[in-house]
């Protein structure tokens, strides 16, 4: 180096040193002294490797080495930790040593890093990431990219975005709208523009993707393009405003067995779960009933089982509540059907009313959307079901002031008919009377009597104190009975004999027998019963008590009463148990009688008919007494 160079080096901005052959300093400009924290008196003339023991780890040795034994140039990058700066060192052999050069590229080397991270993060991300420069021309794309359309980044990079667009199979139509959004970030008038189109994935599978458009600052590309499926976001949005659709179908049901229908359809139409079922609740018998089913769920099994208290995995999730998904049923003990080809289920209670339980003959078929698609579901069918019990309430609550209005008005119509008819008969009487005293010449007798004689009065008399009671039992609304307890049915015989017109050794009772009912409404049951016998009867009546249904399959169990009085004519058998019920010339039926000892039995959900008896007589049956038990 000559002392003409020494003011050219010392002016650079770079850091400078020179080295002779053996590596000793021979000159040390003023950015270098500032670096080396050094000045250039006490380095000329010094090893570098003494002064510097900690760069002999370093890439120094090396590449100075290797440009002084071959003599060419060399550079290599170097960070300085106590400065925390990277430097870019440069070293230009000659025969009389090197002349070394140091640039501070730090901001570089953090712009490269940030890069690289970026890069790796785009790289990383499921998104498709595309960049364009100015020219619409693709600078980068991602691994994403490659993946979701099936090409190489090769056949890509370097082309222009319609490359990339005919590759997808977007539309003319949905390509003139992303152009716009690319030209809307390029020159400024939008940070962000977002355009849903359809396009082909690399399996030819049509897709939805959201293109988001942002504007980058970067040497070549100035727009970076996020390319996302969105298929299932939106076909789960799909869903869910179709299942709302389904609620209103829902809650125009009023019947459970179609609101269940309409769920398990849905859930086959709508969710793609064609093996589905719906189980409800048999309140009386306390299992679950099936009572929907897909065409897949038949099918595979030919029908539905019914669960009873703790039989599988279907009553275990009605009694927790929670719903549940099994991802391989083979892996789950005390199974219902341990051979069962379903392999993966997910089972939902429908609040208290059962469960909809829906299954796939592959594991692991279902996830959390699934979950919650089928928690929609079932949550609008419980609020469904809750309707209709609602409503059935509220059509039971009509129909039963209907009867109660139906009822008061016939046993006003009785009431009146009767008294009436009592009333008539002494009017006769008095007026017959009245007649007789006044005599053909107009004469009259002091002393008078009462024209009935004295059974005829009490007979009569009796008659009106029992309607009048058969009056108030039945609008106090029959239909409806008090706690039921076991009863002797020869006890309650012998409760309603008291009570009634006949005598004691009136009834045969077969053999001793027990039932569960309203002791009360129950006597009073078999006095109107026997009243009705003792009116028929025109002297002494023998009523028989026998049962029914207990031998050779007949259909429910229950009791007889057969009596010998005169009998009621087959065409008037519907008429006596109905009082509002009328005969062919218009005369209401004559009194309450057998009605209300229908009423009662109604009210015990038992079943009554009139009969005749193979020899004459009148026959009642009272069928469905599940709990009459004939004593061993």
Known sequence: MTLRSVPIVDRVTDAFFALDTDFRFTYVNERAETLLKRSREELIGRVMWDEFPQTVETQFPDGFHRAMDEQVPVSFEIYHAQLETWFEARAYPSESGLSVYMRDVTDRKVQETTLAQHAAVVEAVNDAVVTLDRTREIVTVNDATETALGIDRSELVGEHVERLIDRAGITAEDAVEIGRAITDIDIGSAVERTVEVP?????????????????????????????????????????????????????????????????????????????????????????????????????????????????????????????????????????????????????????????????????????????????????????????????????????????????????????????????????????????????????????????????????????????????????????????????????????????????????????????RADADRFVHLLETAFDDAAARADSEVTIQVGFVGFENGERSRGFFLLDDAAEIPPTAHERVLDPTAETDDGVAADGLGLALVRAIAEAHDWELSVDNGENGGTRLEIRDVTTLERDA
């Open 199 to 515: 396009y082909i994935d690399a399996d030819g599978v049509d897709r939805i993707g959201e293109f988001r458009f942002v504007p980058i600052e970067d040497d070549v590309a100035t727009v970076a393009a996020v390319i996302r499926d969105v298929t299932d976001r939106r076909e789960y949005e799909r869903v869910v405003t179709s299942l709302h659709e389904v609620t209103r179908w829902l809650l125009e049901s009023d019947d459970p067995e179609e609101i269940c229908a309409i769920a398990v359809h849905s859930g086959s139409d709508l969710l793609e779960l064609p093996i589905s079922g719906v189980w409800l609740l048999e309140e009386e018998k306390g299992y679950l009933e099936p009572v929907a089913g897909t065409a897949g769920a038949h099918d595979e099994f030919g029908g539905l089982p019914r669960f009873n208290p703790g039989e599988g995995l279907v009553w275990d999730v009605f009694e927790s509540g929670e719903v549940e998904r099994f991802d391989d049923l083979r892996e789950v003990e005390d199974i219902y059907n341990p051979e069962t080809p379903i392999r993966s289920e997910i089972i939902a209670p429908i609040g208290t009313h059962g469960v909809l339980m829906t299954g796939s003959l592959d594991p692991h078929r279902f996830d959390e959307t699934d979950v919650d698609l089928i928690s929609t579901l079932v949550e609008n069918t419980r609020a469904a079901l809750d309707r209709a019990d609602r409503e059935q309430v509220l059509r039971e609550r009509t129909a039963e002031l209907e009867r109660q209005t139906e009822r008061l008005e016939s046993v006003a119509n009785v009431l009146s008919s009767d008294l009436k008819a009592q009333l008539s008969t002494v009017a006769d009487a008095l007026e017959s009377d009245g007649a007789a005293r006044a005599g053909a010449g107009g004469e009259t007798h002091e002393e008078w009597e009462f024209p009935l004689a004295e059974d005829s009065v009490e007979a009569t008399l009796d008659r009106a104190e029992r309607l009048v009671d058969d009056i108030r039992e039945f609008a106090r609304n029959a239909s409806t009975v008090g706690t039921r307890s076991r009863i002797s049915l020869e006890s309650a015989i012998d409760e309603a004999l008291e009570r009634s017109r006949l005598d004691y050794d009136s009834v045969v009772v077969e053999e001793p027998a027990t039932l």
